[in-house]
């Protein structure tokens, strides 16, 4: 779908407060699994969600847009502090291996 609109992707989304929602998916886990420490971002865009929630956890993204992925991997690979974040592109193509993604309890 944003396979030739993957730069305008963010712009697109500007009017979203991933901050916020971040807060809110945070909430969420701590109030269903207080022990998580790493949590999947299915369809991660471009990884503003990833951003904010690598602060309390491991981020793994997918996304089937291997753009999307590549501006992701660009613009987090500077961030210095935090939990690791790690990107995979095209679920339809790449297959899940069983004990490719870390597992919280």
Known sequence: ???????LYDQ???FKDYAQEARQIETLIKAHRPDATAILDVACGTGE???YLSSTFSVD???LQPELIDIATRKLKVQTSGHPIGLRCCVRKTPMVAGSLR???
Do not use: L, Q
């Open 49 to 51: 969600h990833a951003r």
């Open 61 to 63: 993204g997918i996304d």
């Open 1 to 7: 779908m944003y396979s030739k609109s993957a730069e």
């Open 103 to 105: 597992v919280a309890p």
């Open 12 to 14: 697109i989304y500007s």
